[in-house]
């Protein structure tokens, strides 16, 4: 069974940083697309950035470019997303989710129209003073 479990949410200064972990179980990421993204009250569901674990490559949103890191370690069986200069905009639920990585399209295609197949339960993320 697919399984992924988000970790290290939590309460934060803006200005601050958070690292998020997917820690994913029942498959090995060696071919697959991990996104993560988010949803902040009475808003939609925000696709913030996506990796490829067979080459590395890299999608971000213009929302979090510049801020966040998106990376992997595939002898763990995990993805991270390593959050800096934190702003109260940042504020939401936290999700990570797997696809089968499509070899035909680039990884910004893949984050941008996908629905993803596979998700997990989401860690919080709260931004204030």
């Known amino acids: 069974q697919v399984h992924l479990v988000e970790s290290g949410g939590g309460l934060v200064q803006p200005g601050g940083s958070l690292r998020l972990s997917c820690a994913a179980s029942?498959?090995?990421?060696?071919?697959?697309?991990i996104g993560w993204f988010r949803q902040a009250p009475g808003k939609g569901r925000e696709r913030i950035s996506c990796i490829s674990t067979s080459d590395g490559s890299t999608y971000y949103a213009h929302s979090v470019k510049g801020r966040f890191t998106i990376s992997r370690d595939n002898a763990k069986n995990t993805v991270y997303l390593q959050m800096n200069s934190l702003k109260s905009e940042d504020t939401a639920d936290y999700y990570c989710?797997?696809?089968?990585?499509?070899?035909?399209?680039?990884?910004?295609?893949?984050?941008?129209?996908?629905?993803?197949?596979?998700w997990g339960q989401g860690t919080q993320v709260t931004v204030s003073s």
């Open positions: 029942g498959f090995t990421l060696d071919d697959y697309a």
């Open positions: 989710a797997a696809e089968p990585r499509n070899p035909l399209l680039l990884i910004r295609a893949i984050c941008v129209l996908s629905d993803f197949g596979s």
